[in-house]
């Protein structure tokens, strides 16, 4: 009977050792999936926000919320929900035994536990607010970071690296004063479960001491109460620590859900959405439009003109004009502007995003290259082109040839912003994109402003190739870029105060007079934008 016992005994424990790992494995498992299917998520809905919001936040915030918040928001699932989960049993057996054996002494453990986990449950507030601010100076260094690492530059340029590190070290101080107080609440409240523990042990001592005295139970019965005792405090102090951990994972949770909850770009769209399509002959129309970024002060204000197919307009004006916001209306950036949009007729706010963007090219002023392939980089202009198809784009862009002396041709990466590159490479990297995209509208936003003369008349002669027989607008600080434009709209204040061709406006006594005899017909090279070629 002996070795029955020890047999079926070892059975048991064999049992026990081979499913609960492979319950922890398992519990794992789906933890690091969620954490995972977050994470996707998050990453998804940044790249879908409007940009409004996105120009509302420094991409170090959107940068810890991704990795740093995400992995906050698992760590309390990680162990502690699976050891209350796996000491309920226990703990329900153990407390259904001591029942049996003695109500008040049952009563008296479950009471002292309960008033743990309620100690642990008034300091939840306190330690959540400190969570808060701990994970918020976690997103501020990562953006300071960020800032030190992409203007490294002006930093040592400027030599200003020493007030930098005591910004950043501000922040680092910061960061370790609140550690250091969110700790002293762990440390003191975790003494105080460690007390309470104590006096759970001697109070039934004394208690069951006395019940004996009374002839109610047997010392055999205190004894088994209190080994038995172990699982319950065991449970109870493991739902006050879970109690106070979940305050900094939900610090983290709330930082991921606040940029979830934000509505897509998608979502702005369908919500703003006008069933208004008016049937016009014109690729472009703005009437009567009316914007702010701020909801107060208007950057543009009234602004109307028509463009047709293939006509190329230019548009000029003091820096702060409004001439960028109009091109960012047509990418679709914003859609909250009043007054009407027509794209081919239809209104603007009526377009899918998917549709819009097909319908647009656009080459900025600051090209920005991923820390990728020359190949990949220009293939996001279409991303089922063929590699020819990509090597006839670069050709077009005049960028062929310094890509071939490259060490692995259009295989070799740019690094982060296209940093091994030229600033005149990197925008014919961007116009041969554009140049594969080949939509009919094409925008130009102060595309040759940045470079010197060499690189921009390589420049300007991979421009011609991308405008042909495309519907383009034109933004330049040099004239040189525009002066053979079909239409000049001079905007001003965010207003539209002249409109004509290069001859027309010189011969006026006109705002464009004025700003080309400012100094922009200095920067007028020789090899002008034919956009008529």
């Given at each position: 009977?002996?070795?029955?016992?020890?047999?079926?005994?070892?059975?048991?424990?064999?049992?026990?050792?081979?499913?609960?790992?492979?319950?922890?494995?398992?519990?794992?498992?789906?933890?690091?999936?969620?954490?995972?299917?977050?994470?996707?998520?998050?990453?998804?809905?940044?790249?879908?926000?409007?940009?409004?919001?996105?120009?509302?936040?420094?991409?170090?915030?959107?940068?810890?919320?991704?990795?740093?918040?995400?992995?906050?928001?698992?760590?309390?699932?990680?162990?502690?929900?699976?050891?209350?989960?796996?000491?309920?049993?226990?703990?329900?057996?153990?407390?259904?035994?001591?029942?049996?054996?003695?109500?008040?002494?049952?009563?008296?453990?479950?009471?002292?536990?309960?008033?743990?986990?309620?100690?642990?449950?008034?300091?939840?507030?306190?330690?959540?607010?400190?969570?808060?601010?701990?994970?918020?100076?976690?997103?501020?260094?990562?953006?300071?970071?960020?800032?030190?690492?992409?203007?490294?530059?002006?930093?040592?340029?400027?030599?200003?690296?020493?007030?930098?590190?005591?910004?950043?070290?501000?922040?680092?101080?910061?960061?370790?004063?609140?550690?250091?107080?969110?700790?002293?609440?762990?440390?003191?409240?975790?003494?105080?479960?460690?007390?309470?523990?104590?006096?759970?042990?001697?109070?039934?001592?004394?208690?069951?001491?006395?019940?004996?005295?009374?002839?109610?139970?047997?010392?055999?019965?205190?004894?088994?109460?209190?080994?038995?005792?172990?699982?319950?405090?065991?449970?109870?102090?493991?739902?006050?620590?879970?109690?106070?951990?979940?305050?900094?994972?939900?610090?983290?949770?709330?930082?991921?859900?606040?940029?979830?909850?934000?509505?897509?770009?998608?979502?702005?769209?369908?919500?703003?959405?006008?069933?208004?399509?008016?049937?016009?002959?014109?690729?472009?129309?703005?009437?009567?439009?009316?914007?702010?970024?701020?909801?107060?002060?208007?950057?543009?204000?009234?602004?109307?003109?028509?463009?047709?197919?293939?006509?190329?307009?230019?548009?000029?004006?003091?820096?702060?004009?409004?001439?960028?916001?109009?091109?960012?209306?047509?990418?679709?950036?914003?859609?909250?502007?009043?007054?009407?949009i027509y794209i081919y007729g239809k209104e603007l706010r009526n377009y899918s995003?998917?549709?819009?963007?097909?319908?647009?090219?656009?080459?900025?002023?600051?090209?920005?290259?991923?820390?990728?392939?020359?190949?990949?980089?220009?293939?996001?202009?279409?991303?089922?082109?063929?590699?020819?198809?990509?090597?006839?784009?670069?050709?077009?862009?005049?960028?062929?040839?310094?890509?071939?002396?490259?060490?692995?041709?259009?295989?070799?990466?740019?690094?982060?912003?296209?940093?091994?590159?030229?600033?005149?490479?990197?925008?014919?990297?961007?116009?041969?994109?554009?140049?594969?995209?080949?939509?009919?509208?094409?925008?130009?936003?102060?595309?040759?402003?940045?470079?010197?003369?060499?690189?921009?008349?390589?420049?300007?002669?991979?421009?011609?190739?991308?405008?042909?027989?495309?519907?383009?607008?034109?933004?330049?600080?040099?004239?040189?870029?525009?002066?053979?434009?079909?239409?000049?709209?001079?905007?001003?204040?965010?207003?539209?105060?002249?409109?004509?061709?290069?001859?027309?406006?010189?011969?006026?006594?006109?705002?464009?007079?004025?700003?080309?005899?400012?100094?922009?017909?200095?920067?007028?090279?020789?090899?002008?934008?034919?956009?008529?070629?």
């Amino acid at each position: 009977l002996l070795l029955q016992g020890i047999w079926f005994l070892f059975k048991g424990f064999g049992i026990i050792v081979l499913i609960f790992p492979f319950i922890g494995y398992v519990y794992q498992y789906a933890v690091r999936k969620t954490t995972m299917i977050i994470r996707e998520n998050l990453f998804k809905h940044i790249m879908n926000l409007p940009m409004r919001e996105i120009s509302k936040r420094h991409s170090g915030d959107f940068l810890s919320r991704i990795n740093f918040d995400v992995n906050t928001a698992e760590g309390v699932y990680s162990w502690q929900v699976m050891i209350i989960l796996s000491s309920t049993l226990s703990t329900i057996g153990s407390s259904f035994i001591i029942f049996k054996i003695n109500k008040i002494i049952f009563i008296y453990i479950v009471s002292i536990g309960l008033i743990n986990v309620l100690i642990n449950y008034l300091f939840m507030n306190s330690i959540r607010k400190i969570s808060n601010e701990i994970q918020n100076t976690f997103s501020k260094i990562t953006q300071k970071l960020s800032d030190i690492i992409g203007g490294a530059f002006i930093i040592r340029s400027f030599n200003i690296g020493k007030i930098i590190f005591d910004k950043y070290m501000e922040l680092n101080n910061s960061l370790y004063k609140l550690s250091l107080k969110r700790v002293k609440y762990f440390s003191f409240l975790s003494s105080l479960n460690y007390s309470i523990g104590t006096l759970i042990f001697f109070g039934e001592l004394a208690l069951g001491g006395l019940i004996i005295f009374y002839n109610q139970i047997t010392f055999g019965d205190l004894i088994a109460t209190v080994q038995l005792m172990g699982p319950i405090f065991w449970f109870f102090g493991n739902i006050g620590n879970f109690i106070i951990n979940l305050q900094t994972s939900l610090a983290g949770a709330e930082r991921v859900f606040e940029v979830l909850d934000l509505p897509s770009e998608k979502e702005e769209i369908e919500r703003e959405r006008k069933e208004i399509v008016k049937n016009n002959s014109e690729i472009i129309r703005f009437e009567d439009v009316h914007f702010s970024y701020d909801g107060d002060e208007e950057v543009l204000k009234g602004i109307s003109f028509s463009i047709d197919e293939k006509m190329k307009v230019a548009f000029v004006g003091e820096t702060g004009g409004g001439k960028s916001t109009i091109l960012k209306l047509l990418l679709g950036f914003y859609k909250d502007y009043q007054g009407s949009i027509y794209i081919y007729g239809k209104e603007l706010r009526n377009y899918s995003i998917d549709e819009l963007r097909n319908l647009i090219s656009y080459v900025p002023q600051d090209v920005y290259l991923f820390n990728d392939t020359i190949l990949e980089n220009v293939r996001y202009g279409k991303l089922d082109a063929k590699e020819e198809d990509v090597i006839n784009a670069l050709k077009l862009a005049n960028a062929y040839e310094f890509v071939e002396r490259l060490p692995n041709g259009i295989y070799t990466k740019v690094g982060e912003r296209g940093i091994s590159l030229s600033g005149g490479q990197r925008q014919r990297i961007a116009i041969a994109r554009g140049i594969l995209k080949n939509s009919p509208i094409l925008l130009l936003d102060e595309a040759t402003s940045s470079l010197d003369s060499e690189s921009e008349e390589l420049v300007v002669q991979a421009l011609r190739n991308l405008m042909k027989d495309k519907t383009t607008l034109i933004i330049a600080h040099r004239l040189s870029t525009i002066v053979d434009a079909d239409r000049i709209i001079v905007i001003d204040d965010g207003k539209i105060i002249e409109e004509g061709n290069h001859e027309e406006l010189i011969s006026l006594n006109s705002k464009y007079k004025d700003l080309w005899e400012k100094g922009f017909k200095d920067s007028h090279i020789k090899d002008t934008l034919d956009v008529h070629s």
